[in-house]
């Protein structure tokens, strides 16, 4: 059985690989078809170890690798009687690799037809999407916030970045949620006290105390997380959502300024048109002026 394996193994070699590298040599310009090939696989390799490790997937793939490696020295050291079992496992391998990964397989299979397939290859929503669909989380959170009479108060960092808050409370580094949001602010919890703030599409940090507004002509009746969010909002160009835990009203503060009282379609309007409309824009303008002045240059050369 091993003179066959052996003979199998070497003929498979001089057939395919020995005779791969002669092609190479022959055809240098293969070599760039050979290296997209080895990139491809290797970058198969790292998702599927990424994805499996810390799962049981992960142990079982440990377990069959040590199988394996026993096969081979039973071989090699001649344990006919070993070697025969194993080798008799290892024949059914595939059909238990079907049967064990059974739930992983299939999980991989339906994320061929949804638009999981781009986030498992590391190809994110553009910027303005998935800001969009934050705010949205943001805006369901701040009603189920306000309808309870939770107070909260949410820092979303604009242009201006604020890593000296962020750095004050307590990292998270999570997806926005409205989930999350609202078990922050659950009074009595560790986090409810403070501002979460909102960068890059993640919750950076909860528990994060703020700037208070100290001018004469804010009025009186203010409790200190308006206070808070009209401070940040004058320090920086942040968008600030409070929930009031006295009435549950919501408010926005930027550049310095309430308002006061919003609905919750308001509160999208407000929050889409000052963190995506105008930073999108702007950003879209920027990139069309880069794109003429290229276009002109190279139509001067050609004259």
């Not at 290797?42 to 599927?48: I, K, N």
């Not at 960092?157 to 078990?183: C, F, H, T, Y």
């Amino acid at each position: 059985m091993d003179n066959n394996l052996g003979n199998l193994f070497e003929k498979f070699y001089n057939e395919n690989i020995v005779e791969y590298f002669k092609t190479l040599q022959e055809s240098p310009i293969k070599m760039i078809t050979f290296i997209i090939d080895i990139a491809i696989v290797l970058f198969l390799l790292y998702y599927a170890i990424k994805i499996a490790r810390g799962s049981r997937a992960w142990q079982l793939i440990k377990g069959m690798a040590l199988l394996i490696i026993v096969t081979f020295l039973s071989g090699l050291f001649n344990f006919k009687i070993l070697n025969s079992i194993l080798t008799g496992i290892m024949n059914w391998g595939v059909i238990a690799i079907i049967v064990i990964f059974q739930p992983e397989l299939r999980r991989g299979l339906e994320q061929l037809g949804t638009n999981k397939l781009t986030k498992f290859f590391g190809i994110d929503k553009d910027v303005a999407t998935k800001t969009k669909e934050d705010i949205y989380k943001i805006v369901i959170a701040a009603s189920e916030l306000a309808k309870n009479k939770t107070g909260a108060l949410i820092v979303i960092e604009r242009d201006i970045a604020i890593k000296d808050i962020i750095q004050n409370g307590v990292l998270m580094d999570a997806d926005v949620s409205p989930q999350l949001l609202v078990n922050i602010f659950e009074p009595k919890t560790p986090l409810h006290d403070g501002a979460v703030i909102i960068s890059q599409n993640k919750i950076a940090a909860a528990a994060c105390v703020l700037p208070l507004a100290d001018d004469k002509d804010i009025a009186k009746e203010l409790g200190t997380r308006h206070r808070a969010a009209i401070g940040i909002s004058k320090e920086s160009d942040s968008i600030v959502v409070v929930v009031s835990e006295e009435t549950g009203k919501i408010s926005v503060a930027k550049d310095g300024t309430l308002i006061a009282d919003v609905r919750e379609d308001v509160l999208k309007k407000i929050l889409i048109s000052n963190v995506i409309t105008k930073r999108f824009a702007v950003e879209k303008k920027i990139r069309k002026i880069h794109k003429n002045k290229v276009q002109d240059d190279k139509t001067n050369e050609n004259i």
